[in-house]
């Protein structure tokens, strides 16, 4: 039955679905980016095609099972890779068909019995006369901007058929008046007032609206400001006030009574008590009905319609259901004594338990507005069981009751009412679960079997040459202060700088925190760099703050645009703050450029209005430096641990000795710092320290981490590792290359040298990496720059982990790393210490990043090493061709492992996510780009680890190769999701940013050397 050349189960055929899954989840990333995750789940996830990948990869699985008897003892490790994943696709199609997810909204004091689906429905009801309901129907529909579901039902009103149907979808929807033979009088209008932004409304008779201070309607009597009336075939207007008519046209004016009927016309402006009003349109007989407006980019709304025709007989009807962020508005038509009802919203389902809430809890970090924690107090009420439990709901923390699970979602922004999301599918998630624990097991014995490839694996596992048609395929120091400088800006002495920098500040994100700190992150925000003509962060600081009049000549603001320059008037790429605003006219160079930036939507920016915003919000941070807004350095005495600047807090002092204090305090340093008595300013400093410690209000860090973080920017740990990696990584790999090609043993002593130098950059490392998790509170992998960072470590750990198989190695990751590094510290890259948001705050956070981020770096080791192996094989020559070989069979076998080792980290990695994402959101997988990346990482490197099994691709070549050009996914699932998709672990926020040059510069570099590699090979060996 199970023939060597069945296809099904056949590694080609297994290859063949990996490219083809892989390639469907790319793709539907892209949608999502485009036109919204709803679109990506209709064209790919949720299609019945992409469902059958699954169960190809499935009986593919199970297939090779029976076919290379991975039942027998020593296959046992393999045995269990595939039941894993045959229990994990298992779980997944559980869970799609069987599991429920929904949300419950209660506001403090209601209790429900209830929660909506997640989905959205076409609800189609009928009552009669008495409110009974003869008829219902409820559709699941989905509709987004590229697919929409179809739509037709037939039901009869009264014993007569009808028939509705979906005609089309109508985003940005806007209210218009169009004429209609059974309509009414309809009167579109726009008003506005002063700077205030446009209205639009329209009335019929009988209607009224407010704005603000003036009434409108279209009512019979005048009891209105302004009053609307249809006689005679004409609109009129009047005003208790009186009014002026302008037309459009003449440019003419006219004055008229109080209470005198106009006739209301277009092409008039209608001034009335500030108000200014114009006819969008007039309808003797008309209806209201939805248009397509402009888009959210181009100032329109946010509210949608779908349009449906109502059939009875040989009468037809328009009907529209609007919908958007704040609910539905049905279609109701009467029909004699019945009532049609259609709807698109959430449907109800029945919970066999109530929830009531008691109180909902946002608790704030110290002076900010940013959400440290929030939590739901609710009542779990079930009189069937005669259960009435409290319980408290918050992130991470979830409440399970009879196959239900409730997790903490979001809240009102009234901070009055609670956001649950809802789940049940206790059999889905079971299967799932026991899929990754198989998983786990399967990682378990392929370390420790002694009978597993990763344990056996040698270079006679790759054969002969690759064919040409398969290279194809492989193309899809600390500066001295000084007291003052030698241009006569003031200077604070550095030591007294640092001590200085040492007081905490609250930031605007709620973090108390050194003010050392602060000033890195303005220096490096506004100059674009750590420091600043030998001096550091504090004392460029102080100098904007304390002596504006000489530091506003110091070109110091980073320009990057030479357009933009030219604007300014500066040839370098920095400016002061003089030449960007005119002291004298009090004037500011970029006001225009700023406005027409800012008036435009983000969509639609190009690189100089994007680079003016950035050179503008530097000025700004420069003139808040200098003003004295960022020196939040003195807490309020109102108990509510907010914090200000010193005009502000003393206004929230409880006595005058204090308001004379926080007053003047930091005027009496300046003069001592200014006369060089820094023993005298120190005291100032140690006082405004001990007024922190004793009014703060809430625990403060210690002074032991105080002085940790100051020594934690100071010293620049991985700003310096950089080029200490590169360069001592360039040597020892240099001398390696030598003493391969020479086939001599050439300087052993200096090799030792160099791994000393980088076994001692690993160490200033892991101590970086310490101090900043020290000094956080959380592990160093909240955010883009941290990840990057301990990528980096986890690389050179890669190199000492295999030293024993290949110096060559520990030198490839130290180039790795740094170059991992500088990566890290590029402008797009933040390395703000921030406080944590609700979600990360949970142990899953650790567990989950530090494995998957840890992962690239072995997996970036095997690119690394792809790279070598193509450089021997460009140098590989008949005379060296067997030293050559030996070598390259040795760092494939390393390269495996280490492509073994991060396929099996990325693994964990991933599904450790899916559990944190269950425990937090309450669903383990969601296709978010992020998750769908990783996965396709995942299947990328799956491809590649079994590459040798697939015609093709079963030489040392083919492997290497593909080890190298396998690292564009994992570049692709960290920067690509980061910085230029949409989902959840974007990090910024929908500007791309730039792709350097380099980069392209790189891939045609290694596309070339990969294609001379091969023809090498190809001209002068015969094997590998």
């Known amino acids: 039955m199970f023939r060597s ?3 099904l189960f056949s590694s ?7 490219v083809i899954f892989a390639v469907s989840m790319a793709i539907a990333t892209f949608i999502e980016n485009d036109y919204g995750a709803q679109a990506a789940r209709q064209l790919v996830y949720n299609t019945k095609w992409f469902e059958l990948i699954f169960v190809l990869l499935a009986v593919n699985f199970l297939g090779q099972i029976f076919h290379y008897k991975l039942y027998k003892p020593r296959k046992l490790t393999i045995l269990v890779f595939h039941l894993a994943f045959i229990v994990i696709i298992l779980g997944a199609g559980i869970t799609r068909y069987y599991g429920f997810e929904g949300m419950l909204h209660l506001k403090e004091g209601e209790t429900k019995a209830y929660v909506e689906t997640d989905k959205k429905y076409l609800q189609l009801s009928v009552e009669d006369a008495r409110g009974k309901t003869v008829y219902s129907d409820a559709s699941k529909f989905i509709i987004t901007q590229v697919t929409s579901d179809e739509y037709e039902q037939d039901f009869e009103v009264a014993g007569q058929p009808y028939s509705l149907e979906y005609e089309g979808y109508i985003p940005n ?14 009167v579109q209008l726009t008003a506005s007032r002063g700077m205030m932004g446009k209205q639009n409304f329209v009335l019929a008779p009988g209607e009224q609206v407010t704005m603000q201070d003036l009434r409108v309607g279209f009512l019979e009597h005048d009891s209105m400001d302004v009053n609307i009336s249809y006689q005679r075939d004409s609109f009129y207007i009047a005003s208790d006030a009186g009014m002026t008519r302008f037309s459009m046209q003449t440019r003419e004016a006219e004055a008229f009574a109080a209470n005198e009927n106009i006739a209301l016309r277009p092409m008039f402006i209608y001034q009335i008590k500030g108000w200014r009003f114009v006819v969008q349109k007039l309808s003797p007989s008309g209806t209201i009905r939805p248009v397509r407006g402009q888009s959210r980019d181009q100032g329109g709304g946010n509210n949608y319609a779908l349009q449906f025709n109502l059939t009875h007989g040989d009468n037809h009807r328009k009907l529209f259901v609007r919908f958007g962020n704040n609910g539905s508005t049905p279609a109701v038509v009467e029909k004699g004594k019945h009532r049609i009802h259609l709807d698109y919203a959430r449907k109800q389902v029945k919970l066999p338990f109530k929830l009531h809430l008691e109180d909902f809890i946002l608790e704030r970090y110290p002076g900010s507005n940013s959400p440290s924690s929030f939590k739901s107090e609710v009542v779990l009420i079930d009189p069937d069981e005669d259960v009435r439990e409290p319980h408290r709901i918050y992130m991470n923390h979830i409440l399970k009751y009879k196959g239900y ?3 903490q979602s979001s809240y009102d922004q009234d901070e009055k009412g609670s956001v649950l999301s809802v789940n049940r599918d206790p059999v889905g998630m079971r299967v799932t679960y026991a899929g990754y624990g198989l998983l786990f097991l399967f990682v378990l014995l392929s370390l420790l079997n002694k009978y597993s490839m990763f344990r056996r694996v040698k270079a006679s596992n790759w054969k002969g040459p690759v064919k040409k048609a398969s290279l194809l395929l492989l193309l899809v120091t600390v500066y001295t202060g000084s007291a003052m400088a030698g241009n006569g800006k003031m200077v604070v002495d550095r030591g007294l700088a640092t001590e200085f920098g040492k007081v905490l ?9 050194p ?9 490096r925000k506004v100059h674009r760099s750590n420091r600043f003509e030998g001096l550091n962060a504090m004392q460029v600081f102080l100098g904007l703050h304390y002596d504006f009049r000489n530091w506003k000549d110091v070109p110091l603001i980073k320009v990057g645009h030479s357009g933009l320059r030219d604007i300014v008037g500066v040839s370098s790429e920095y400016a002061a703050v003089s030449d960007l605003v005119n002291m004298q006219a009090n004037t500011y160079k970029l006001r225009k450029q700023v406005q027409e930036a800012y008036s435009k939507p983000s969509g639609q920016r190009n690189k100089f209005d994007k680079e003016v915003i950035k050179v503008d919000e530097r000025v700004n941070i420069c003139f808040m430096a200098i003003s004295g807004d960022f020196l939040k350095i003195f807490p309020y005495r109102d108990n509510t641990g907010k914090w200000g600047k010193p005009k502000d807090a003393a206004q929230h002092t409880v006595s005058r000795q204090d308001s004379l204090f926080v007053t003047n305090i930091l005027g009496m340093f300046r003069q001592a710092a200014m006369k060089g008595n820094s023993r005298e300013a120190m005291k ?14 809430y625990e403060l860090p210690s002074q032991r981490k105080v002085r940790a973080e100051v020594f934690y920017y100071q010293s620049r740990i991985f700003e310096r590792l950089f080029p200490w990696y590169a360069a001592v990584g360039l040597l020892m790999l240099i001398l390696m290359m030598m003493r391969i090609v020479q086939g001599r043993q050439s300087l052993p002593w200096l090799v030792r040298i160099l791994s000393g130098l980088i076994a001692l950059g690993f160490a200033f490392h892991t101590a970086g990496l310490i101090l900043r998790w020290y000094v956080s509170g959380h592990a160093p992998m909240s955010n883009g720059y941290e990840s990057m960072i301990f990528v980096s470590w986890v690389i050179i750990l890669g190199g000492f982990l295999f030293i024993r198989r290949s110096k060559l190695t520990l030198a490839a990751t130290a180039i790795l790393a740094s170059l991992t590094l500088m990566v890290a510290h590029l402008s797009f890259m933040d390395p703000e210490i921030t406080n944590l948001v609700p979600v990360l705050q949970s142990y899953w956070l650790t567990l989950h990043v530090s494995v998957i981020t840890g992962s690239y770096g072995f997996l970036g080791l095997g690119a690394i090493l792809g790279l070598i192996i193509m450089i021997l094989y460009l140098v590989v020559s008949p005379s060296r061709h067997d030293r050559i070989i030996d070598n390259i069979r040795d760092l494939t076998v390393i390269n495996y492992k280490s492509l073994t080792i991060g396929l099996y980290l990325l693994t964990i990695g991933t599904f450790l996510g899916a559990i944190w994402a269950n425990e937090s959101w309450g669903r383990y997988w969601g296709w978010d780009p992020k998750e769908t990346w990783s996965l396709i990482t995942i299947i990328v490197y799956s491809f590649v680890i079994h590459s040798r099994n697939i015609p093709g691709f079963k ?9 190298l050009f396998a690292i564009s996914s994992v570049l692709m699932t960290y920067f690509g999701v980061n910085y230029y998709l949409s989902g959840l672990h974007s990090y910024a926020g929908g500007e791309p940013v730039p792709i350097p040059a380099f980069v392209y510069i790189a891939v045609a570099l290694v596309v070339a050397l990969t294609i001379f590699a091969y023809r090498n090979r190809t001209r002068k060996l015969k094997i590998a």
């Open 515 to 523: 003010l050392y700190t602060l000033s890195h992150d303005v220096l």
């Open 173 to 186: 929807a806007r209210e218009t008046v169009v004429d209609a033979p059974d309509g009414k009088p309809l």
């Open 5 to 7: 050349n069945n296809f």
């Open 405 to 407: 699970r409730f997790y």
């Open 12 to 18: 080609w055929f297994m290859g063949a679905l990996f």
């Open 955 to 963: 030489s040392l070549f083919a492997f290497n190769a593909l080890s």
């Open 505 to 513: 500040v609250q930031d605007r994100k709620g973090r108390t925190k």
């Open 684 to 697: 100032y400093v140690a006082s405004i320290k001990d007024y922190q410690r004793k009014y703060a209000g």
